[in-house]
């Protein structure tokens, strides 16, 4: 083969392994030009997501704060109520600082008074606890009328109208036996709340 012929089939040969490499090299610039949008996409996925992040802790630190300033306004809430039933059973225990209450106090059967409730109320201060010449605002019996017809009388709540008389009762009655007051029993009229007090304190 002379000189060209062999000129002409490296000609040949070099266009043709410049085709394939330009060939690759499109290829290969296709797929660049894809990795970078994918990164390009990727970039802007992450930076949305990164906001998204910076917007919740923030969200988050302003739920805590609104959080801790609800804890505060309902403890001063709690705290606010807890005086107020303080003082509404103070006020209620003061109203009934003139009362006592009888238990084991006999009823009769069928629609007792309160009139009648008064009269065997002084009766029995007068020849029980030798208070003979107290006045009794009121008395009345505890509980639905239905209670009288069994073996267990009602409760009696009765209201002195001077507190000495109401102190010389409760006296008299720590001095008397039980023989003398069968099974009647005087103690005072406190609130459900001051009588749990006083259990506490009796247990302690």
Same mark, same amino acid.
């Given at each position: 083969?002379?000189l060209?012929?062999?000129?002409v089939?490296?000609?040949?040969?070099?266009?043709t392994f410049?085709?394939?490499?330009?060939?690759v090299?499109?290829?290969?610039?296709?797929?660049?030009?894809?990795v970078?949008?994918?990164?390009?996409?990727?970039?802007?996925?992450?930076?949305?997501?990164?906001?998204?992040?910076?917007?919740l802790k923030?969200?988050?630190?302003?739920?805590?704060?609104? +959080?801790?300033?609800?804890q505060?306004?309902?403890e001063?809430?709690q705290?606010?109520?807890a005086?107020l039933n303080?003082?509404l +059973?103070?006020?209620?225990?003061?109203?009934?600082?003139?009362n006592l209450?009888?238990?084991?106090?006999?009823e009769?059967p069928?629609?007792?008074?309160?009139?009648?409730t008064?009269?065997?109320?002084?009766?029995?201060l007068?020849?029980?606890?030798?208070?003979?010449?107290?006045?009794l605002?009121r008395a009345?019996?505890v509980?639905?009328?239905?209670?009288?017809?069994?073996?267990h009388?009602?409760?009696?709540?009765?209201r002195?109208?001077?507190?000495?008389?109401?102190e010389?009762?409760?006296?008299n009655a720590?001095?008397?036996?039980?023989?003398?007051?069968g099974?009647r029993?005087v103690?005072g009229?406190s609130?459900?709340?001051?009588?749990?007090?006083?259990?506490?304190?009796?247990?302690?």
């Open positions: 083969m002379d060209e012929a062999v000129k089939l490296l000609e040949s040969q070099e266009r410049r085709s394939a490499l330009e060939l090299v499109e290829q290969w610039k296709e797929r660049i030009w894809l970078e949008g994918k990164m390009t996409d990727l970039t802007k996925s992450l930076e949305f997501s990164q906001a998204e992040i910076l917007d923030n969200n988050e630190k302003v739920l805590q704060k609104l +959080n801790k300033e609800k505060v306004a309902v001063e809430l705290s606010r109520v005086e303080h003082r +059973n103070y006020q209620e225990d003061y109203t009934r600082r003139n209450r009888i238990s084991g106090l006999k009769q069928v629609g007792e008074t309160w009139e009648q008064a009269v065997n109320v002084s009766k029995m007068e020849d029980k606890l030798q208070l003979p010449s107290v006045n605002e009345h019996r509980g639905p009328a239905a209670a009288a017809a069994s073996s009388p009602r409760a009696v709540v009765f002195f109208k001077n507190f000495s008389d109401r010389a009762a409760i006296r720590r001095r008397v036996s039980s023989e003398t007051t099974d029993r103690s009229d609130t459900g709340c001051q009588q749990r007090v006083l259990r506490d304190r009796k247990k302690t």
